[in-house]
């Protein structure tokens, strides 16, 4: 099957998030665009701050104010024969959204702790979702309930079924929240660094069974991480932000081999065992990410960038587009712009 004839889930196209607080405004996310295929993951990395959750929130209508979506469009294809729905074009809070959100499309927070309600039953929680989500009775949803447990490795689920979720471990909590994320279905999940902190058998255990639902149900997924070794096993594609914007995005292999973005490269390059470490000792990226509130002029890798052309890199920021047949960037590297400048300077 050819990239054009796959089924396209969700289609970000250039969105921005704003946050206005009494500092200043904070440019949370600044133009990201990408798509996810069905049976697909789609891993997004980058340094912390860069906005990869902002991004999902808004996908998921849970930008809360001051925050708000300024521009963009979120396409959500629910399957092949119906039209794309965008997102942002009903209230975040309507009835329209709320039958999607938590049922055909479904996120993993990064806090599984705080995500759970400490009050309810956890049997109860997965009852919530499939009462709004599904026309399944009261019979029908405990079965379903109790099959999910069972299905992320919950043993003895209909006991454990009327625990509260202090009675279980991190690791299981954790589970519970991708029972609940997976029980309608969903058509999109995504799951925001949903192993950190989590050992590494209970990681393991946790990316098999997001890689067999992905199968099974044909679901895409968006996984949010800083592990590259995990992007390495699990993704199918990747895509790195850098300060609100995607720099680059290709298929997993096209990207550990060939990255084409300077930031792209100063990553892997920081990664032990990575073939760019040619040394195999831990680089660091020198620099830091600039603050919230700091304006930076053009691409916002150029204070750090190696290759930075000065009167074009720092005034002008590059456009995310088509570099070679495999892989999108935005970088004055292989801009017309870039190639004119470099020229002009030989
Ligand atoms: N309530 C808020 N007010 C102001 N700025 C915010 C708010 N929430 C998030 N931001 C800003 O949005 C930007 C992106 O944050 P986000 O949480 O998406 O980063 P991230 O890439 O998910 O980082 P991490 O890897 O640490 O989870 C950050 O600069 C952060 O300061
Ligand atoms: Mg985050």
């Known amino acids: 099957m050819t990239e054009k004839d796959r089924h396209v889930v969700l289609e970000i196209k250039d969105i921005a998030v704003d946050y206005k607080t009494d500092h200043g405004t904070v440019h949370a996310v600044r133009g990201v665009t990408y798509k996810v295929h069905a049976d697909e993951m789609l891993a997004i990395v980058g340094e ?8 999902s929130y808004a996908t998921m209508g849970l930008i809360q104010a001051p925050g708000e979506v300024v521009r963009g469009e979120i396409l959500f294809h629910e399957d092949e024969s119906s039209a794309p729905f965008n997102l942002l074009s009903v209230d975040k809070n309507s009835p329209e959204m709320r039958s999607i959100r938590g049922g055909k499309l479904s996120m993993i927070f ?25 026309d399944l009775d009261k019979a029908g949803r405990f079965k379903r309930a109790c099959e999910m447990l069972t299905l992320v490795g919950i043993p003895d689920a209909e006991k454990r079924y009327h625990q509260y979720s202090f009675e279980f471990s991190g690791g299981m909590r954790q589970r519970i929240m991708i029972a609940i994320a997976l029980c309608c279905n969903p058509k999109l999940l995504i799951a925001d660094e949903p192993t950190t902190g989590l050992d590494v058998t209970i990681q393991a255990q946790i990316l098999d069974l997001i890689q067999d639902l992905k199968k099974k149900f044909n679901m895409g997924v968006i996984f949010i991480t800083h592990d590259l070794a995990v992007v390495a096993q699990n993704a199918d594609r990747v895509a790195v932000m850098y300060l609100g914007r995607i720099v680059e995005e290709a298929d997993k292999v096209t990207l550990f081999d060939e990255p084409q973005h300077p930031y792209t490269q100063a990553l892997l390059r920081s990664v032990i065992g990575s073939p760019l470490a040619s040394d ?64 002009s300077q030989a």
């Open 110 to 134: 990064q806090e599984p702790m705080t995500a759970l309600s400490p009050v309810h039953k956890i049997g109860k929680q997965i009852d919530e979702a499939l009462k709004i989500h599904t």
């Open 280 to 343: 195999g000792k831990l680089k660091t990226i020198e620099g830091s990410v600039p603050g919230p509130y700091d304006v930076v002029e053009g691409c916002a890798f150029h204070p750090r960038c190696e290759h930075c052309m000065h009167g074009l890199c720092d005034k002008k920021m590059p456009d995310f587009e088509q570099v070679n047949d495999k892989t999108k960037a935005a970088c004055h590297l292989f801009t017309e712009e870039g190639k004119h400048h470099k020229e």
């Open 48 to 55: 912390s701050g860069c906005g990869k959750s902002q991004s």
